[in-house]
């Protein structure tokens, strides 16, 4: 039931007929249930994993079903306004739709559909992003192995609203305002990225540098390349530095000094802008022999091998990670983009079988790679790295603009600022 407050503000609930006009709920589906199996292409089928941050990611890890398994899969379509929400592994991550699109929800996912005569969708969205919405979340979660929010909790949520629509929408667009600014620079970064891949794969790939027409080829072990290239190992192109973790029992060794980087800090882009853990000046100590500098080009080598980052401040990673500390300023972009291209070639030096796979510091260190002339790799730094740049400046505008908002955000949500 919906109440009015004498403040003009309402007493909404997460439950159809309410807040919500819709709750699709299909997280125990599988592909084998409805008769079908996954596809190469096709519709993708999102999973809690593919949720972060407002975000889409892993592309890589999206699986996908053909048209017959979704309509079977998504009786009831997603629409432009609906809300993902995740409901463990990790429960209380939120993606907007913004335009209509085809997806499955597969493991551990809802889609809301605001009722729009009560709630405003983007409203809703940052409601559930807030720490108030975090908090109404995180009180429901059941479970201990996995712990997540059973629908029936989901449906008992309440909070309050501004009971005109209309601040409702003003109060959205202005949090909107920061996302769209983060987005347009998303976009930049993506199209920075994808030309920057683009010539690394013309002169380094197809070996279309500049003046390759007068170049002579010749035979390596890794096939034919121009004369004057070389086969080089990983560990010839930089001091190789392999992480490890504090002891977890000392809780002195954790604080908020120095970046700890993880794999997971690895999914979110081109540079380690923020980590999920810090380690505190004593834990820094302890680590002292593994040190990166900023710059240092981090590799996971554990389980999910070939993600690449760049570190932007000195920074540790944990014993999960190979980074290489490239032996000069010239060769970082060139070694960057050779290592995220090669992620797939990487694996097949995994050890361990396909459950648990792992690159040994001594075997990431011999992994062969074609480098190109010195003066080439100079030449291609002076493009790519204005590239790079632009791209750090980027995330670092779109860090202050997310803090921007996420201060706004629970004084909006809780009425002490009113639009």
């Not at 694996?347 to 510091?361: D, H, L, N, R, V």
């Not at 990431?364 to 790519?384: C, G, M, T």
Request: glycine share 6%; with cysteine; hydrophobic share 40%.
């Amino acid at each position: 039931m919906t109440t009015i407050t004498k403040t003009t503000w309402r007493t909404v609930r997460l439950d159809e007929e309410d807040g919500l006009s819709l709750i699709i709920d299909h997280r125990g589906i599988t592909p084998k249930k409805l008769g079908g199996n996954w596809s190469s292409t096709g519709v993708p089928a999102l999973s809690a994993k593919n949720i972060k941050n407002g975000q889409i990611l892993s592309q890589a890890d999206i699986r996908y079903v053909d048209q017959k398994l979704y309509e079977k899969w998504m009786p009831e379509k997603l629409e432009q306004g609906d809300i993902l929400l995740t409901s463990e592994a990790p429960l209380g991550e939120v993606y907007f739709l913004n335009e209509k699109s085809d997806y499955c929800l597969s493991q551990r996912l809802f889609a809301l559909r605001a009722n729009p005569t009560v709630l405003n969708p983007s409203y809703l969205y940052y409601y559930l992003k807030s720490s108030k919405g975090q908090h109404q979340l995180m009180r429901r979660i059941s479970g201990t192995a996995a712990q997540g929010i059973r629908q029936a909790e989901l449906r008992r949520i309440e909070f309050l609203v501004p009971s005109d629509i209309q601040e409702q929408t003003r109060t959205a667009e202005i949090l909107s305002a920061f996302d769209d600014k983060i987005e347009n620079n998303n976009r930049i970064i993506k199209t920075l990225e994808e030309m920057a891949q683009a010539i690394f794969k013309e002169w380094f790939v197809k070996f279309h540098f500049p003046g390759y027409e007068k170049v002579e080829f010749v035979d390596s072990e890794l096939g034919r390349i121009p004369k004057g290239w070389e086969v080089k190992r990983l560990g010839d192109l930089g001091k190789i530095v392999t992480g490890k973790t504090p002891s977890t029992k000392d809780k002195d060794n954790f604080g908020n000094i120095y970046p700890f980087v993880t794999i997971p800090d690895l999914q979110n882009g081109m540079f380690v802008m923020s980590t999920e853990r810090f380690l505190s000046e004593q834990g820094g100590e302890s680590m002292r022999v593994s040190k990166l500098p900023a710059g240092a080009i981090c590799v996971s080598c554990i389980a999910t091998v070939g993600l690449v980052g760049i570190t932007t401040q000195n920074s540790f990673t944990n014993q999960q990670i190979n980074s290489v500390l490239p032996s000069s300023q010239e060769l970082q972009t060139f070694l960057f983009l050779l290592l995220r291209r090669m992620k797939t070639s990487m694996q097949s030096y995994a050890s361990g079988g396909t459950a648990a796979p792992i690159i040994s510091k001594g075997v990431f260190e011999k992994i062969p790679a074609i480098v190109p002339s010195e003066d080439l790799v100079e030449n291609f730094h002076k493009i790519i790295s204005p590239m790079f740049e632009k791209i750090k400046i980027a995330l670092e505008e779109n860090q202050k603009l997310a803090a921007m908002r996420d201060l706004l955000l629970p004084r909006l949500m809780s009425g002490e600022i009113r639009v």
